[in-house]
């Protein structure tokens, strides 16, 4: 999921075209990810698109390499709010 959430902020953040539509395109060509997978993949693009200027910064501290880092961020964002939306009745 890591490497997946890595490859897939790479090339929204390439900005060649609107992030829905590459998101949509990424996930034509990566038909073995479920619909779980998908929408925490989703989550974590649009929270690291959202809050770009923070997380870079935090993703630029530290050992290893930076998109790593800002995946594993946006990853991050992604499941706390899944854990907050589980929880709630």
Known sequence: MIAHTEALLKTVLEFKGAADQTIRRFFSVHPELGQTERGILTQA????????????YLAEKGDG???????????????????VRAALP
Not at 45 to 56: D, I, N, P, Q, S
Not at 65 to 83: D, I, K, Q
């Open 65 to 83: 390499a930076p998109a790593r880092r800002l995946a594993l961020l946006g990853l991050t964002r992604a499941m706390e709010y899944a854990a």
């Open 45 to 56: 693009v649009f929270e690291v698109l959202r809050y770009k200027t923070e997380l870079t």
